[in-house]
């Protein structure tokens, strides 16, 4: 009889030692595969930069790259697109949807479409209506067809407008001379204001549209010189109290309130000449989060936050392995994403430093 229990209670300690055995297995299995998902990410395998990011109506994320053609996020897994898929060059500078749903890639040259099931080159033009300039609630405005300068049948500065029907180039109100044509070429994403105008980068000028009248900030308006340094516009980007910023490859930052423009940059002290360390003059992505606060993207000298209070500097020790900061995008959920060059990478912040989303 004692036998009998014994081998009873040995069999029983034997049960409860594999259960205990096998369930602490699974829990540190399924901590070491909660941990794993927690550090993996899908990674872009671009290398030369991401210079533009749309997330797109039906929930999908494009990204376009400096030189290696443009990427779609769909259902969790990366699909990529080149010039052998139907793009008119691998360079996709800014991405838009028109309000029938067609993602538009305007490359570095020509233009490009997604039909929700292939990538086609855009060809159609209208110059036949140059001066015909319109408004309308839903356009697009792109570039010119070229990496730089303007081709035969463009001759002029000036910029296309999608309509929702036709490709239409529109000439800019302006007589350059022959040698600062180049400054009134589009070199920045169009944005629509508040007041319902349209607001357009050039390297060289920035022109505001309402409708019926053009306000052209240049050089000579903005009472800019050598002194002072002259525009080199990278991108553009109205606030929501209504004020433009203009970020400058070379002066840095210029704040613009509707009146008058300032120097953001000489007006924090964060030229070279001012600082230790990184400088806010090679600027070339402007964004403002849910909380009203200004992000800067540079080239050399990280990303920088303004609060309204202070300006506050992220480098590699927070994160920002990105040399250099094409884009600055916020996500449907509000997030900001940054989109960098050398090494390439999608940058989000989490409160205190960066993390490479993609």
């Not at 884009?327 to 989109?339: A, H, P, Q």
Request: some cysteine; proline content about 1%.
């Amino acid at each position: 009889m004692k036998a009998q229990l014994l081998r009873q209670y040995i069999s029983n300690f034997c049960y409860t030692f594999l259960i205990a055995t096998t369930i602490s297995c699974n829990n540190q299995n399924q901590s070491n595969q909660l941990k794993d998902n927690k550090s993996a990410f899908l990674k872009l395998k671009y290398t030369t930069g991401i210079r533009s990011i749309l997330e797109d109506s039906k929930g999908n994320i494009w990204f376009g790259s400096h030189q290696e053609g443009v990427c779609l996020l769909q259902n969790g897994k990366l699909h990529y697109f080149t010039t052998k898929n139907g793009l008119s060059d691998n360079q996709v500078r800014n991405i838009y949807e028109d309000k029938n749903g067609i993602i538009w890639f305007e490359c570095g040259r020509g233009l490009s479409t997604y039909n929700g099931k292939e990538i086609t080159r855009y060809t159609e033009r209208d110059y036949n209506s140059k001066n015909k300039w319109k408004l309308n609630d839903n356009d697009l405005w792109f570039k010119g067809d070229q990496i730089e300068g303007y081709n035969k049948l463009e001759k002029l500065p000036g910029i296309y407008q999608y309509d929702g029907q036709k490709l239409s180039y529109r000439l800019f109100p302006v007589t350059p001379k022959s040698q600062d044509g180049f400054k009134y070429y589009i070199s920045t994403p169009f944005i629509k204001s508040k007041n319902g105008a349209v607001w357009l980068g050039a390297y060289g000028a920035v022109i505001e549209y309402n409708g019926s009248t053009f306000k052209i900030l240049d050089n000579e308006s903005l009472g800019l010189n050598s002194k002072t340094g002259f525009l080199h516009v990278r991108n553009i980007m109205e606030d929501n109290k209504g004020n433009i910023w203009i970020a400058n490859n070379g002066m840095g930052v210029l704040k613009y309130d509707g009146k008058k423009a300032i120097n953001f940059t000489e007006q924090q002290k964060l030229k070279k000449n001012d600082t230790k360390g990184n400088s806010l003059e090679k600027v070339f992505s402007i964004g403002e989060d849910n909380s009203g606060n200004i992000w800067f993207g540079t080239v050399g000298s990280g990303i920088w936050k303004y609060d309204f209070k202070s300006v506050k500097n992220f480098t590699k020790e927070d994160g920002v392995q990105s040399n250099h900061i094409w884009t600055i995008y916020k996500s449907k959920n509000g997030e900001l994403w940054f989109g960098g060059a050398n090494p390439s990478g999608i940058y989000s912040f989490n409160g205190k430093s960066f993390e490479r989303k993609y």
